[in-house]
């Protein structure tokens, strides 16, 4: 189905059993309360859905599991970030075959690629399938900026349709709006800087903390979009410390454990990483159960 590149896409985790196999009850039940907030696309195997770790069969299962689920509803994506040029055009026909909608691609992974390098990295993916395709800026985590520079060697590319804007400098916005206006949608990708990126004019959320509060993220977005800003300030500011959470090194293992919390998971991630413990696990647990305590009521944002 199309990707329209609007509204709210959760980066979704990815769920795992105590025996490190992928625990598809738990995503399914998860994909389900997703669905019923109002989502507006979904990507697997991101960074949060631990990308680095996950298998080829694996990421296979994730999407046939997730378009049965989805029942042509919603597009899903599946996010490709690999080394080298090859495995990523695999990865893209892969998914293609498979049944995917969309891809989102991230520069090649460890070798700190030019600027050249990155653009023929991305050309490369791009010409091995006819799937549109969002890419992800964020040199913050990544180490390799796409600049407009770089855009405007893209803008030729056809299927490249989108970015994920999480360098987060939220005038980049602008940036893209003023090279190349309407050429390539663009959604912000730092959930901490969401609502002030979409008063700027970001067109879509790929979110993080979505994967735990699903229905607060989807009436922001809707009631910015709306024009009702002042409610949507509100749930924001109330959210904040969450979102939060999306911006550190463990943010795999703070919103596995928010999900644990709401009932939509379990906190097993795939080592290395471990679930967070002592202290570290008590201040973010002490975050997630003062917004539970002060859960705010949503408008009827699914009929705006």
Same mark, same amino acid.
């Given at each position: 189905?199309?990707?329209?590149?609007?509204?709210? &896409?959760?980066a979704?985790?990815?769920? !795992?059993?105590?025996?490190?196999?992928?625990?598809? +009850?738990?995503?399914?039940?998860?994909?389900a !309360?997703?669905?019923e907030?109002?989502?507006?696309?979904?990507?697997?195997?991101?960074?949060l *859905?631990e990308? $680095?770790?996950?298998?080829?069969?694996e990421?296979?299962?994730?999407?046939?599991?997730?378009r +049965?689920?989805v029942?042509? %509803?919603?597009? @899903?994506l599946?996010?490709i970030a +690999?080394?080298?040029?090859?495995d990523?055009? $695999?990865?893209?026909?892969?998914?293609e $075959?498979?049944?995917?909608?969309?891809?989102?691609?991230?520069? =090649?992974?460890?070798?700190?690629?030019?600027?050249?390098? /990155? #653009?023929?990295f991305?050309?490369r #993916?791009?010409?091995?399938?006819?799937?549109?395709i969002?890419l &992800?800026?964020?040199?913050?985590?990544?180490?390799?900026?796409?600049?407009?520079?770089?855009f405007?060697?893209?803008e030729?590319v056809?299927?490249i349709?989108? #970015?994920?804007e999480? /360098?987060?400098?939220?005038?980049?916005v $602008?940036?893209?709006?003023?090279a190349? *206006?309407? %050429? !390539?949608k663009?959604?912000?990708? @730092?959930? =901490?800087?969401?609502l002030?990126?979409?008063?700027m004019?970001a067109?879509?959320w790929?979110? *993080?903390l979505?994967?735990?509060?699903?229905?607060?993220t989807?009436?922001?977005? %809707?009631? @910015?979009k709306?024009?009702? &800003?002042? +409610?949507?300030r509100?749930?924001y500011?109330? !959210?904040?410390?969450?979102?939060?959470?999306d911006?550190? =090194?463990?943010?795999?293992?703070?919103?596995?454990?928010?999900?644990?919390?709401?009932?939509?998971?379990?906190?097993?991630?795939?080592? =290395? %990483?471990?679930?967070?413990?002592? /202290?570290?696990?008590k201040?973010?647990?002490?975050?997630?159960?003062?917004?539970?305590e002060?859960r705010?009521?949503?408008?009827?944002y699914?009929?705006?």
């Open positions: 189905m199309d990707v329209l590149w609007t509204g709210v &896409y959760p979704i985790t990815t769920k !795992f059993t105590s025996n490190d196999e992928l625990d598809l +009850e738990a995503f399914l039940k998860n994909i !309360f997703q669905l907030a109002g989502i507006d696309g979904i990507i697997l195997g991101g960074s *859905g990308a $680095s770790t996950l298998k080829n069969d990421k296979d299962i994730l999407i046939k599991v997730t +049965e689920a029942d042509g %509803r919603i597009p @899903v599946m996010n +690999e080394q080298s040029t090859a990523a055009v $695999s990865a893209a026909v892969r998914a $075959s498979l049944g995917a909608d969309g891809l989102m691609l991230l520069p =090649p992974m460890r070798y700190k690629a030019d600027s050249h390098e /990155t #653009v023929q991305f050309k #993916v791009a010409e091995s399938t006819g799937l549109p969002v &992800y800026n964020n040199p913050v985590d990544y180490g390799i900026p796409i600049t407009i520079d770089m405007h060697e893209l030729e056809e299927n349709k989108a #970015v994920k999480s /360098t987060r400098d939220i005038s980049n $602008s940036r893209m709006r003023n190349f *206006g309407e %050429r !390539f663009v959604l912000t990708g @730092v959930d =901490p800087l969401a002030e990126s979409l008063l004019g067109d879509g790929i979110a *993080g979505v994967c735990a509060f699903p229905k607060e989807v009436a922001i977005y %809707r009631l @910015v709306a024009g009702r &800003y002042d +409610e949507a509100a749930i500011r109330w !959210f904040l410390p969450l979102l939060e959470l911006i550190s =090194p463990k943010l795999v293992q703070n919103i596995k454990l928010a999900e644990t919390m709401i009932g939509l998971g379990t906190e097993h991630v795939r080592a =290395p %990483r471990l679930p967070l413990m002592g /202290t570290e696990r201040i973010v647990s002490a975050v997630i159960e003062k917004a539970l002060t705010p009521e949503l408008p009827d699914l009929n705006l």
